[in-house]
């Protein structure tokens, strides 16, 4: 698939300008519109939550402060000029109470093709972030792409990994990763520790590598036990250990609850991880 509008939620005024940095560079290298939505987070009164009455907008008898949208559209504005992204994107306001923020990330990331942020966990302790990649991934099921440091994709001559154990998301996730697979210099197919009993184990990852060719990408086959404790911190050191520029791998959730929609080896990747990450379910 190609990407033609990117979506991005900002509500930090101190980290948006980095974050809309990469955001501005990784659009321009994908050839992609831009939707970037300047989002201030209030508390709710947890009556508001009460039989389901969360509310999108500010009540009335909250103060009116717009400085963090303000200050988020003011550092974004410039750089989209800069950038040569100001005819092809577009910066909105929002402001909501945190039991409706997955209701808002739906009506503003509904119409985008991927969603762009930074790691949802570690960095803050916000769950801004946790809750946009739970709503993308698992209720509007697109594919999300993750900027740790405020670092741009790489779409050009750049090396990938795909984590690859022959499930439904991961397959999701490499067809997404297309676009960016037909560009890049190496593709490794990383299998940690596949069952010994799989339907393929005299030609492990034989049908991806032959789905990959119709598809004018050449890749290679790396299979390789776990030495680390969990999966997601094997696949971050090969990655490295590789040199790679992106890792793409399938997300999974086990509850639809905040506190435990992430599975082990996809919320490791989420909070660790120091290179870009492109995820689909």
């Known amino acids: 698939m190609t990407f033609g509008t990117i979506g991005t939620l900002l509500h930090d005024p101190s980290r948006a300008a980095s974050q809309a940095d990469a955001v501005i560079e990784t ?9 970037i939505v300047a989002l201030e987070v209030f508390a709710s009164d ?18 009116a402060d ?22 092809s994107a577009s910066v909105h306001c929002v402001r909501t109470s945190q039991v409706a923020l997955s209701q808002v990330v739906q009506e503003q990331m509904r119409f985008c093709d991927l969603v762009v942020q930074d790691r949802p966990f570690g960095l803050t302790r916000l769950e801004i972030e946790a809750v946009t990649a739970q709503t ?65 184990r005299s030609d492990p990852g034989g049908k991806l590598v032959r789905f990959l060719a119709e598809h004018d990408v050449t890749c290679d086959v790396m ?16 990655a490295r250990d590789a040199k790679c520029d992106l890792l793409v791998m399938g997300a999974y959730g086990h509850s639809r609850l ?15 991880a120091d290179m870009p990450v492109l995820m689909a379910h």
Not at 27 to 35: D, H, V
Request: charged letters at 20%; a positive charge; aromatic letters at 4%.
């Open 258 to 272: 905040r506190q435990a929609v992430f599975g082990g080896t996809t919320r490791y990747v989420l909070s660790h």
């Open 66 to 87: 717009s400085s963090a949208c303000d200050s988020i559209r003011h550092a974004v504005e410039p750089r989209l000029v800069s950038g040569g992204m100001a005819a």
């Open 27 to 35: 659009a321009r290298r994908l050839g992609a519109g831009l939707r």
């Open 223 to 238: 299979v390789m036990g776990r030495e680390q404790p969990n999966t997601g911190q094997e696949l971050l050191r090969r």
């Open 46 to 63: 947890p009556g508001f939550a009460f039989a389901g009455l969360g509310q999108a907008n500010r009540p009335d008898d909250a103060p």
């Open 136 to 200: 993308t991934l698992f209720t509007l099921r697109l594919p999300l792409l993750i900027l740790p440091h405020s670092l741009p994709l790489a779409h050009a001559d750049a090396k990938v990994m795909l984590a690859w154990d022959d499930s439904a998301a991961a397959l999701n996730a490499v067809r997404v990763a297309l676009p960016l697979l037909q560009r890049a210099v190496a593709v490794h197919i990383a299998m940690i520790d596949p069952p010994r009993n799989a339907v393929d």
